[in-house]
């Protein structure tokens, strides 16, 4: 398969199957990850990979962490910034609309949005769960690069007949997973990613995001 059919086929799963994957496969996707671009070579990342009873763990402490305060840990990386502006408010607004609409939950029914909002913790019944560290000595070009490494596990996973959902939603419960981990005091967890067997009978999984036109973002200049 080329890259851009990697590219197009790609999409975030949020319904997985129980098939396990075994530790040589992740093992594997990120051994060949490790070639992903890294300006000066500084590799600026750290993944923690949990499968069966760590991935649990990690569950169980997000719900503890949840009940406590619903609306999450505050943070100095929010998701979103505050205030989106146009057209990124109304394409974020969109998804989640075609998401909800695919499952039959109306907007009005709130407890069951919550319901599949809390199954970002399970990471959507995916058996690996995939956590991304990096330091935070680091500005925003290595935030960069780490986005790279992420996308290129994704591909490779997909390669591989696998599939993924990069879940910045992990980033509400930094501080508990902070600890959880037991990081240094120099390290932050940017997000998580489900990994594992799509379940391509599930209706979520149809869902595909619009992308914007060429002629919406580039500028080709100097051509003939």
Known sequence: MSIAELLKQRTSIRAFTDQPVDAA??????????????????????VLAGAGGGGQAVQRLA????????????????IYP???????????????????ALLGIPREDKPGRMRQLARNYQFFGAPVGLFFVIDRQM?????????????SVALLAEERGLSTCMQEAWGMLRQSLHR???LAEHELLYCG???????RSAAINQLRSERAPLEEFAQLRGFD
């Open 25 to 46: 496969t992740v093992r594997a996707l990120l051994d060949d990850a490790r070639w992903a671009p890294s300006g000066g070579n500084l590799q600026p990342w750290k």
């Open 82 to 100: 505050a205030n989106l502006g146009e057209p990124y408010r109304s394409r974020r607004f969109k998804v989640g609309e075609d998401l909800y």
């Open 139 to 151: 500005g925003h070009g290595q935030w960069a690069h780490l986005g790279m490494f992420m996308q």
């Open 180 to 182: 959880h981990f037991e």
């Open 193 to 199: 990613m489900a990994l594992g067997y799509a379940d």
């Open 63 to 78: 719900v503890e962490t949840l009940l406590r305060n619903p609306g999450g840990e505050a943070g100095e990386y929010p």
